[in-house]
């Protein structure tokens, strides 16, 4: 568990400590193009990896993006297939993460997919353990309520094994039962494409978090310099965790 103080504060830079970022717009990326929408989640996966190496190296400490949510099953078989191999491909480059210093670390239930996806993960997490630089999550099979409810059943069991009493149960107790127990809150979640909503991505952890949506930009084409005018919109709030200021 971070400690209290990085979990609610910028770092010296005035720069976010840990940001959110929802990869929305692929598919009408590639419709723009009249390409089909598997071409824009290949698309979105190439500036996924830009932006990660972008945010390493301008010093940001944790990133976390949204690849697949729980309810992203309901999309057809052979879409969800696509993002499946392209998540396959990524993975089978991840040892390239721990030589640039990136820690990397999945968050959801990967027990959904197939075996030999499930120990790619757990060796990108295990190669890059020790890497000191970029934190970078990937929510994957994900979803925040599926989180929550993950969570109160590991709680419910604990307490009745006799391992503690629902008395003892208090939000960081229940922080620690999250995927993202090693993570600190999310201080600011970023969505390109102009939708302007969650879709039940760290629901617990954005409690005190600023959002930047930006109506102009479709995640393919975020850049570097896309991060940098959300970074600098952040800079400009004023956030008081419910004081004063
Ligand atoms: C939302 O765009 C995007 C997704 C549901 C998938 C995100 C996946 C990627 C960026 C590619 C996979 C990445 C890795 C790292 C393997 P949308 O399809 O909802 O776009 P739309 O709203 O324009 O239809």
Request: charged residues 25%; aromatic residues 10%.
């Amino acid at each position: 568990m971070v400690p209290e103080a990085v979990c609610m504060s910028e770092n010296q830079t005035g720069l976010p400590v840990h940001i959110g970022i929802i990869m929305d717009g692929n598919g009408r990326w590639a419709k723009k193009r009249g390409l089909p929408r598997k071409l824009g989640h290949k698309a979105g996966a190439n500036t996924f990896r830009e932006i990660a190496r972008y945010a390493n190296k301008i010093g940001i400490q944790y990133m976390t993006a949204y690849v697949f949510s729980t309810e992203n099953w309901k999309r057809p078989k052979e879409e969800v297939d696509s993002i499946i191999e392209l998540l396959r491909a990524y993975l089978n480059e991840m040892d390239g993460y721990a030589k640039e210093n990136i820690r990397v670390r999945f968050l959801g239930d990967r027990t959904a997919f197939d075996q030999d996806i499930q120990q790619k993960m757990q060796r990108a997490e295990e190669k890059s353990a020790s890497a000191t630089g970029l934190n970078l999550s990937l929510a994957i099979n994900y979803g925040g309520r599926a989180e929550l409810v993950h969570a109160a059943r590991k709680l419910a069991a604990a307490a009745a094994a006799g391992e503690l009493s629902p008395s003892d149960i208090d939000e960081d107790m229940m922080g620690r039962y999250l995927y993202t127990c090693d993570l600190p809150d999310v201080d600011l979640i970023i969505r390109p494409s102009g939708e302007y909503r969650l879709s039940n991505f760290l629901i617990w952890q954005a409690a005190y978090a600023e959002y930047v949506f930006l109506d102009q930009v479709l995640w393919p084409d975020f850049k570097p310099a896309t991060l940098d005018q959300a970074l600098a919109e952040y800079q400009r709030r004023n956030r008081r965790f419910g004081g004063i200021g």
